[in-house]
Each structure stands twice: as structure tokens, then as C-alpha cells.
């Protein structure tokens, strides 16, 4: 009997493993759905301006994603994928770039809901101001590195273009993407500490938080803005300017 229990909990155990980046997809967006339909906040009327957001931002990410495993920046463990690939990359990676933009976007919503006032108006400069020049720094003394490279190039133009544009709302991005920083580390805490994801150390700085990337959380920045921004866009943009005047 208790040779059946430990057989019975092993063949339990490896099923949840097979699922498990599965799993964290499932549970990231599952909340933001089911609370997507709170009487105030009322953010399933908000879900078709999200969705062509997500098509063009997953449409850039998941260039730089399937080159990144081509140039063995990182890779995927075979034991926390169900074996379903589409340009190297497994089905949960792609829906990585739906479930976490998604439940962000909620995150940010909410925050605008009920924080009225603008927190980081008068902080916002300098909070872009300081990205400008890490990435610029970055850029200088990891150069060589493929990921560094990357992400802060794109946190470089992204930042410059919102600020050239004076996006209305970039000091309450920065206030939700800080928000979201909670979640995040769960989500990627999980998927680098068993690791679903397993990165080539020679092609970041090699500094990690945690066992997080140091450049995951900016890489997770360009994400967020860019689909906020196409959010906005989508939602407002017809309506009124989304530059400051």
C-alpha cells in the first residue's frame, strides 16, 4: 500500500512538472479574468481594445524569443513543456506573451480606477531620464552580450519615443509597471528557480535577482509599455491625443 501511494504521487508529480509552465500561464491570467467582471471596474468592456495590442507587441517579442533560442540565449527544460513547438519556441512561451500583458493591463486599469491622482506625474522625467542613461551605459559595457544588447536597445527607443511623443499617461505606466513588479517575481521567480527557462549566462550581464535576469525586468518593461501603449491607442486614441499638450 504505501509503495502504491509513493508510485501514485511520483505519476502525479511528473504530470504537474509536464504542466507546469502551463500551469503559470493559466493562473496568471485566471484572477484578472474572473475579476475582469467586477461591477466598478468592469474591465471585460476594455478586452477588445487589448487583444490587437497583444498581436503586434506578440508579433515583435516573438521574433526576438525564437532568436534568442537560435542564438542559444536561452532555452526551454523539455520537462516543464507539454512538447508543442512553433519556431523553437513551446505553446506556453507564446501564451506567455498573452497572459502576462493581459493580467498588466488589468493591473493597470485597476490602479487608474481607483488611484485617481497622479502619483509619479512630477517623478515621471526622471524615472525615464534614469532608464536613458542605464541603457546607454548598459549598452557601452555589454555590448557584446545578446540579451543585454537587446533589451536595453529596446528599452532605449521605447523610453525616447515616449518621451518625443509625451505620452499622457507614461507616469501612470510607471506607477502600475512598479505594481506589477509583485506578480512578476512570483511568475519569473518560478519559471528560472526550477528552471522552465535556462539562460546562457554568457550572453547577460550575469547578475541576477534572485535567480531573475537582471535584464528580465526591463526586457518585461518594453513588453508592458508597448502593449499599454497600443491599449491606449486602441481605446482613446480616436478620442482624444495621448501626448501631453
Not at 466598478?40 to 498581436?55: A, T
Not at 490602479?111 to 517623478?123: E, P, T, V
Request: glycine share 2%; proline share 4%.
Amino acid at each position: 500500500m504505501h509503495t502504491f501511494r509513493n508510485s501514485y504521487f511520483e505519476k502525479v508529480c511528473v504530470i504537474v512538472m509536464t504542466y507546469l509552465y502551463l500551469l503559470i500561464n493559466f493562473l496568471t491570467v485566471l484572477f484578472p479574468i474572473i475579476l475582469s467582471f467586477d461591477k466598478r471596474v468592469q474591465f471585460y468592456k476594455n478586452w477588445k481594445f487589448i487583444f490587437p495590442g497583444l498581436f503586434l507587441s506578440g508579433l515583435v517579442f516573438l521574433f526576438w524569443d525564437y532568436l534568442f533560442t537560435v542564438y542559444h540565449v536561452w532555452s526551454f527544460n523539455p520537462k516543464y513543456v507539454i512538447g508543442v513547438y512553433f519556431l523553437n519556441l513551446p505553446i506556453e512561451e507564446i501564451l506567455f506573451f498573452i497572459t502576462v500583458p493581459f493580467s498588466c493591463i488589468f493591473i493597470y486599469q485597476c490602479l487608474n480606477y481607483y488611484i485617481q491622482r497622479d502619483l509619479l506625474k512630477s517623478a515621471s522625467k526622471l524615472v525615464s531620464y534614469t532608464l536613458i542613461a542605464a541603457s546607454i551605459c548598459f549598452l557601452v559595457l555589454f555590448h557584446d552580450r545578446v540579451y543585454t544588447l537587446i533589451t536595453f536597445s529596446l528599452l532605449l527607443a521605447i523610453i525616447l519615443c515616449a518621451e518625443l511623443f509625451k505620452l499622457s499617461f507614461l507616469s501612470k505606466f510607471y506607477l502600475a509597471y512598479a505594481v506589477s513588479l509583485i506578480p512578476f517575481y512570483i511568475v519569473n521567480g518560478l519559471l528560472t528557480s526550477y528552471p522552465v527557462v535556462m539562460y546562457n549566462d554568457a550572453e547577460n550581464m550575469g547578475f541576477r535577482i534572485g535567480t531573475i535576469p537582471f535584464e528580465d525586468h526591463f526586457y518585461s518593461l518594453v513588453l508592458l509599455l508597448m502593449n499599454i501603449w497600443f491599449f491606449e491607442y486602441f481605446k482613446n486614441g480616436r478620442k482624444r491625443p495621448l501626448s501631453k499638450v
